[in-house]
């Protein structure tokens, strides 16, 4: 195992009524915050007001940015940086998914910045200061409550990219399982597939000895299995969301991947999907993610998927390797199936495979050197031909 530093500044507030600490917390970053929110799903099931409350009880005022769009736009984040300015906030409060808590986080980072957002996106400016980011957590997918990553995207260009910042993870998250009672079946079961293959993409390396690391990840995949269905059916079960909320926070705070490298290839193709076709994010990541594993399994690899496919998906062991590791695959798709999740490009809405080579020459510049297996091009384009 490698050396490593754990360091989590996130305070997590997590269970019912824990809104209550929104005010109290953020009082202590100052008294004006810019609050940022979706498309209304937060006014639906009384977060806003919650947090509204519970805010001016503390004596904080605030400004808003309203309709942050799934697959969070830059044009979002110019809006966000232009009120906080104008406001003078002194914080980001996020109520809502990833992309709400993706947006704020940028916004928080951009601020003290005269670049344009989007240079400072793509690494071309660096960040200053971060304004101190709170969330509160509505979608249990992400993992974005407590990590220091955000994904920002510019359709004008089809870029989907990630940015980070050890700042712009949240000083403070409220998980409350009943604000996840309202998410849809589908956004429930992108959600959970988003959440396995974080647990995954951290998995997936060669063994060097952080054995309790992947046991923590197996952990966190069989929490998706068993859980992910269930909130599906009945989308109150309380147990159900608060054990799929508590392990998308988990599955990529940075617990599974220390002392180990964590390449993360499912969602460097997968961003490509959502950069050009607006694809969601969970969705195409259940697409992708049965054939790079189909097209990376070999001598090296065989082992650990079939690792995956006995601890993970029940597989009986059989002695051959390959194929056990082959049974695994195909249980992951039938469970994805099972889950109404689309399993081809054509099904979300891909009209052709024009731009399939292009996409995998982006994703090709994401994927790192140090690839669980080594990827060109050409070999992602096949990983995404095999997907149509
Ligand atoms: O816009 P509103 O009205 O809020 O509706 C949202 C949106 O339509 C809805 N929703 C959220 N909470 C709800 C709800 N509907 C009913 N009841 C609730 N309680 O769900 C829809 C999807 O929301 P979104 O925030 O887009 O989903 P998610 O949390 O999956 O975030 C996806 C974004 O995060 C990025 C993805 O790429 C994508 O852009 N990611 C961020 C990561 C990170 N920060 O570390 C890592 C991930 O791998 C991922 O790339
Ligand atoms: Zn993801």
């Given at each position: 195992m490698d050396n490593f530093l754990w360091d989590i500044t996130t305070k997590v507030y997590f269970g019912r009524g824990q809104i209550k600490n929104l005010g109290p917390k953020a009082a202590g970053y100052g008294k004006k915050a810019l609050l940022v929110y979706g498309g209304g799903s937060v006014k639906r099931i009384g977060v806003y007001d919650a947090a509204c409350n519970s805010l001016r009880e503390h004596g904080i005022s605030f400004a808003e940015l309203s309709g942050v769009k799934p697959n969070p736009r830059i044009d979002s984040v110019r809006e966000g940086v232009r009120i906080c300015r104008e406001f003078g906030a002194e914080m980001v409060i996020a109520l809502g998914g990833g992309s709400c808590i993706d947006c704020a986080k940028v916004i928080a980072a951009c601020v003290s910045c005269e670049a344009d957002p989007w240079d400072l996106v793509c690494g071309r400016e660096k960040y200053k200061s971060v304004l101190p980011v709170l969330s509160v957590l509505t979608l249990a997918a992400t993992g974005s409550e407590m990590d220091p990553v955000a994904v920002i995207s510019n359709m004008d260009t089809n870029d989907k990219l990630g940015t980070h910042h050890p700042a712009m993870r949240p000083v403070v998250s409220i998980l409350d399982p009943e604000y996840t009672f309202s998410v849809p079946p589908y956004h429930t079961a992108c959600g959970t597939a988003d959440i396995f293959v974080h647990a995954l993409e951290n998995y997936l390396w060669h063994d060097n000895g952080a054995f309790l690391q992947d046991r923590f990840a197996e952990a966190v995949m069989l929490t998706c299995i068993k859980y992910g269905p269930i909130a599906m059916k009945n989308p109150e079960d309380y147990e159900a969301r608060a054990n799929l909320m508590w392990a998308g926070s988990h599955a990529i705070n940075g617990l599974l991947s220390l002392g180990k490298e964590h390449p993360w290839v499912a969602h460097s193709i997968e961003h490509q999907l959502s950069a050009y076709y607006d694809v969601t994010h969970g969705a195409g990541l259940a697409i992708i993610l049965p054939h790079w594993l189909n097209y990376i399994l070999n001598d090296q690899t065989v082992s650990k998927l079939q690792q995956l496919a006995v601890s993970v998906w029940g597989v009986a062991p059989s002695g051959d390797g390959f194929s056990d590791a082959k049974a695994g695959i195909i249980k992951m798709q039938e469970f994805f199936a099972s889950m109404?999740?689309?399993?081809?490009l054509r099904e979300v809405g891909i009209p052709d495979k024009s731009r399939i080579k292009e996409m995998a020459q982006k994703a090709f510049r994401y994927i790192s050197r140090r690839s669980y297996v080594p990827l060109s091009a050409d070999d992602v384009e096949k990983i995404l031909e095999a997907c149509w």
């Amino acid at each position: 195992m490698d050396n490593f530093l754990w360091d989590i500044t996130t305070k997590v507030y997590f269970g019912r009524g824990q809104i209550k600490n929104l005010g109290p917390k953020a009082a202590g970053y100052g008294k004006k915050a810019l609050l940022v929110y979706g498309g209304g799903s937060v006014k639906r099931i009384g977060v806003y007001d919650a947090a509204c409350n519970s805010l001016r009880e503390h004596g904080i005022s605030f400004a808003e940015l309203s309709g942050v769009k799934p697959n969070p736009r830059i044009d979002s984040v110019r809006e966000g940086v232009r009120i906080c300015r104008e406001f003078g906030a002194e914080m980001v409060i996020a109520l809502g998914g990833g992309s709400c808590i993706d947006c704020a986080k940028v916004i928080a980072a951009c601020v003290s910045c005269e670049a344009d957002p989007w240079d400072l996106v793509c690494g071309r400016e660096k960040y200053k200061s971060v304004l101190p980011v709170l969330s509160v957590l509505t979608l249990a997918a992400t993992g974005s409550e407590m990590d220091p990553v955000a994904v920002i995207s510019n359709m004008d260009t089809n870029d989907k990219l990630g940015t980070h910042h050890p700042a712009m993870r949240p000083v403070v998250s409220i998980l409350d399982p009943e604000y996840t009672f309202s998410v849809p079946p589908y956004h429930t079961a992108c959600g959970t597939a988003d959440i396995f293959v974080h647990a995954l993409e951290n998995y997936l390396w060669h063994d060097n000895g952080a054995f309790l690391q992947d046991r923590f990840a197996e952990a966190v995949m069989l929490t998706c299995i068993k859980y992910g269905p269930i909130a599906m059916k009945n989308p109150e079960d309380y147990e159900a969301r608060a054990n799929l909320m508590w392990a998308g926070s988990h599955a990529i705070n940075g617990l599974l991947s220390l002392g180990k490298e964590h390449p993360w290839v499912a969602h460097s193709i997968e961003h490509q999907l959502s950069a050009y076709y607006d694809v969601t994010h969970g969705a195409g990541l259940a697409i992708i993610l049965p054939h790079w594993l189909n097209y990376i399994l070999n001598d090296q690899t065989v082992s650990k998927l079939q690792q995956l496919a006995v601890s993970v998906w029940g597989v009986a062991p059989s002695g051959d390797g390959f194929s056990d590791a082959k049974a695994g695959i195909i249980k992951m798709q039938e469970f994805f199936a099972s889950m109404d999740l689309p399993g081809t490009l054509r099904e979300v809405g891909i009209p052709d495979k024009s731009r399939i080579k292009e996409m995998a020459q982006k994703a090709f510049r994401y994927i790192s050197r140090r690839s669980y297996v080594p990827l060109s091009a050409d070999d992602v384009e096949k990983i995404l031909e095999a997907c149509w």
